[in-house]
């Protein structure tokens, strides 16, 4: 053999070598994400992964996850290890690819992780078939972000005339359990908004006009339910079943429209029942919330789910103060 074929061939097999050895590293990463019980293993190799780029030409793997794929598998094993278990993890058999579906839910509905193309990184969870976004999560920055008119349109306007409110709620009460365990074992920073229970939480709202005669539509639709609302200071509240009391006031805010900071609060007792669950309990308070939202919402992240951007800091501008030069 002369020493130029010899060459050729140990070039060629040190490419198959790196290619294999590409593979190797990822494998064992999959492995990992896929085995572990630690979560901070978990964490840490789905950070791994979804950095890692498998570009390899000599020796090519015809079929591979996406990225996105990684991210609903670690969502997988974090339920898992929260307990959680009304839900299936999903694969085609013609590729290489996971879905979420909800067990109790009857109304169709395929969920997925879509990559953000925006400044702000990360992925979406999204219906596929609606295309709703219902929440954000960043592994650089630990936050997860939800989606208060996804969730809105999706959960209530969309499968709330299709199912039940019970299981409807269970991918809401899905959603907040991995929230929480994130938050819990990694100190994630999380915005619940439309999902948050704390009796003591005030909604934070978007208010697009003055909400003239909001409160006026509400009491007509609850007399014709047969609950009633009672005034209140700077709004009105309504009781409604299990001893779960609704609020909506404003409170003077000169900064705010018209100079009413509007609010809504949900309060059981327990910290247990969420604006949401109000809106999927009740038809008639759903019907109005559907139609005020156009001027009155409860708020989310607009620039992550608008635009996938992180909002533009101010530029701090310092004044230079300019001495005569001396001659």
Do not use: C
């Not at 950070?47 to 990684?70: G, I, K």
């Not at 959680?84 to 009857?106: C, G, H, K, N």
């Not at 999706?154 to 991995?178: G, Q």
């Amino acid at each position: 053999m002369t020493d130029h074929i010899q060459g050729h061939l140990a070039a060629y097999t040190d490419l198959l070598k790196n290619d294999v050895d590409s593979i190797s590293r990822q494998l064992e990463e999959i492995n990992l994400l896929n085995n572990v019980t630690d979560p901070q293993q978990i964490h840490a190799g789905l950070l791994q992964l979804v950095s890692y780029q498998l570009d390899t030409h000599w020796v090519v793997a015809p079929r591979q996850y996406r990225v996105t794929d990684w991210y609903l598998l670690a969502m997988h094993r974090f339920l898992s290890l929260a307990g959680a278990s009304e839900y299936d993890i999903l694969t085609p058999t013609d590729r290489e690819e996971l879905t979420m579906v909800f067990q109790q839910l009857q109304a169709p509905g395929v969920f997925q992780f879509v990559e953000n193309q925006g400044n702000a990184g990360g992925v979406y969870f999204m219906e596929m078939g609606t295309k709703q976004k219902l929440f954000y999560w960043s592994l650089d920055r630990q936050e997860l972000l939800f989606n208060s008119h996804a969730l809105t349109s999706l959960l209530v306007s969309n499968y709330r005339a299709k199912d039940t409110a019970d299981n409807i709620r269970s991918v809401a009460d899905l959603l907040r359990t991995f929230a929480r365990y994130l938050e819990k074992t990694f100190s994630y920073q999380v915005d619940y908004n439309i999902l948050e229970t704390q009796d003591t939480y005030l909604y934070r709202l978007v208010q697009t006009e003055m909400p003239a005669g909001m409160l006026d539509r509400l009491f007509v639709l609850s007399a014709e339910s047969n609950y009633f609302m009672q005034a209140v200071n700077n709004g009105a509240a309504m009781m409604l079943d299990h001893d779960v009391e609704m609020r909506i006031f404003y409170d003077q805010n000169q900064q705010a429209l018209g100079g009413q900071e509007w609010h809504f609060q949900v309060i059981d007792g327990q910290s247990a029942v969420s604006w949401l669950d109000v809106l999927l309990d009740y038809d008639f308070v759903g019907t109005w919330y559907l139609k005020e939202r156009r001027k009155i919402e409860v708020a989310s992240q607009k620039h992550i789910f608008d635009d996938g951007q992180l909002p533009v800091k101010p530029t701090v501008v310092q004044a230079e103060i300019l001495q005569p030069r001396g001659v």
